[in-house]
Protein backbone atom coordinates (compact mmCIF):
# COMPACT_ATOMS: atom_id res chain seq x y z
CA UNK A 1 0.00 0.00 0.00
CA UNK A 2 1.52 3.56 -0.68
CA UNK A 3 0.45 5.57 2.28
CA UNK A 4 1.56 9.40 2.22
CA UNK A 5 2.84 10.21 5.53
CA UNK A 6 0.98 13.24 4.84
CA UNK A 7 -1.88 11.44 4.81
CA UNK A 8 -1.66 10.91 8.68
CA UNK A 9 -3.02 13.64 10.96
CA UNK A 10 -0.53 13.45 13.84
CA UNK A 11 -2.82 16.37 15.60
CA UNK A 12 -5.88 13.55 15.37
CA UNK A 13 -3.16 10.57 16.33
CA UNK A 14 -2.39 11.95 19.49
CA UNK A 15 -5.89 12.92 20.40
CA UNK A 16 -6.63 9.52 19.92
CA UNK A 17 -3.77 8.48 21.96
CA UNK A 18 -5.09 10.86 24.86
CA UNK A 19 -7.98 8.77 24.61
CA UNK A 20 -6.55 5.78 25.02
CA UNK A 21 -4.85 7.28 27.76
CA UNK A 22 -7.76 8.03 29.36
CA UNK A 23 -8.99 4.75 29.31
CA UNK A 24 -5.58 3.16 30.12
CA UNK A 25 -6.17 2.94 33.72
CA UNK A 26 -8.05 -0.27 35.71
CA UNK A 27 -9.81 2.27 38.31
CA UNK A 28 -11.07 4.53 35.23
CA UNK A 29 -12.14 1.67 33.56
CA UNK A 30 -13.84 -0.41 36.48
CA UNK A 31 -15.74 3.25 36.94
CA UNK A 32 -16.98 3.16 33.42
CA UNK A 33 -18.14 -0.20 33.73
CA UNK A 34 -19.86 0.62 36.73
CA UNK A 35 -21.67 3.45 34.86
CA UNK A 36 -22.52 1.42 32.08
CA UNK A 37 -24.93 -0.35 34.41
CA UNK A 38 -26.74 2.74 35.72
CA UNK A 39 -26.57 6.35 36.70
CA UNK A 40 -24.28 6.06 40.12
CA UNK A 41 -23.47 9.01 43.05
CA UNK A 42 -20.02 9.53 44.40
CA UNK A 43 -20.70 7.55 47.25
CA UNK A 44 -22.33 4.52 45.04
CA UNK A 45 -18.60 4.01 43.42
CA UNK A 46 -17.11 4.47 46.44
CA UNK A 47 -18.75 1.36 48.04
CA UNK A 48 -19.20 -0.55 44.74
CA UNK A 49 -15.43 -0.42 43.97
CA UNK A 50 -13.80 -0.42 47.89
CA UNK A 51 -11.78 2.36 47.18
CA UNK A 52 -11.12 5.39 49.31
CA UNK A 53 -13.01 8.50 48.19
CA UNK A 54 -10.23 10.57 47.37
CA UNK A 55 -9.13 7.56 44.78
CA UNK A 56 -12.82 7.81 42.93
CA UNK A 57 -12.57 11.50 43.13
CA UNK A 58 -9.31 11.59 41.48
CA UNK A 59 -10.30 9.28 38.35
CA UNK A 60 -13.94 10.95 38.17
CA UNK A 61 -11.75 14.37 37.99
CA UNK A 62 -9.56 12.84 34.73
CA UNK A 63 -12.73 11.70 33.03
CA UNK A 64 -15.11 14.00 33.80
CA UNK A 65 -12.02 16.34 32.38
CA UNK A 66 -11.97 14.15 29.34
CA UNK A 67 -15.87 14.22 28.37
CA UNK A 68 -16.40 10.90 29.44
CA UNK A 69 -18.55 10.60 32.12
CA UNK A 70 -21.39 13.42 32.58
CA UNK A 71 -22.35 14.99 36.03
CA UNK A 72 -25.63 16.64 37.83
CA UNK A 73 -26.72 17.65 41.06
CA UNK A 74 -29.25 16.07 42.71
CA UNK A 75 -29.81 17.23 46.56
CA UNK A 76 -26.89 17.16 48.55
CA UNK A 77 -25.40 14.44 45.94
CA UNK A 78 -23.66 14.43 42.76
CA UNK A 79 -24.98 11.51 39.76
CA UNK A 80 -22.84 10.34 37.62
CA UNK A 81 -23.56 8.93 34.12
CA UNK A 82 -21.59 8.30 30.89
CA UNK A 83 -21.30 11.24 28.53
CA UNK A 84 -21.65 9.00 25.13
CA UNK A 85 -23.18 5.60 26.02
CA UNK A 86 -23.56 4.00 22.65
CA UNK A 87 -20.16 4.66 21.56
CA UNK A 88 -18.24 4.43 24.71
CA UNK A 89 -20.32 0.93 25.41
CA UNK A 90 -19.13 0.00 21.52
CA UNK A 91 -15.60 0.99 22.19
CA UNK A 92 -15.44 -1.52 25.38
CA UNK A 93 -17.24 -4.40 23.78
CA UNK A 94 -14.63 -3.52 20.77
CA UNK A 95 -11.66 -4.21 22.96
CA UNK A 96 -13.22 -7.60 23.83
CA UNK A 97 -13.53 -8.62 20.74
CA UNK A 98 -10.02 -7.52 20.14
CA UNK A 99 -8.24 -9.41 23.09
CA UNK A 100 -10.48 -12.74 21.77
CA UNK A 101 -9.04 -12.08 18.54
CA UNK A 102 -5.54 -11.65 20.21
CA UNK A 103 -5.52 -13.88 22.42
CA UNK A 104 -5.41 -11.48 25.01
CA UNK A 105 -1.24 -10.92 24.06
CA UNK A 106 -1.45 -7.59 25.60
CA UNK A 107 -1.73 -8.88 29.23
CA UNK A 108 1.68 -10.76 28.68
CA UNK A 109 3.75 -7.91 27.05
CA UNK A 110 6.63 -6.28 29.04
CA UNK A 111 6.95 -3.22 26.97
CA UNK A 112 3.63 -1.72 28.19
CA UNK A 113 3.89 0.30 31.53
CA UNK A 114 1.38 -0.35 34.12
CA UNK A 115 1.02 2.31 36.74
CA UNK A 116 -0.74 -0.54 39.11
CA UNK A 117 1.90 -2.04 39.50
CA UNK A 118 4.58 0.34 40.10
ZN1 LIG B 1 -21.77 -0.06 40.63
Known amino acids: MNHLVADVDAAATATYADLFDALSDPTRLAILQHLATGEHRVRDLVEHLGLAQSTVSKHL?????????????????????LAAAPPLAALLRAAEDLL????ARVSLCTHLVRPEEG
Open 61 to 81: ACLRDCGLVAARPEGRSTVLS
Open 100 to 103: AATG
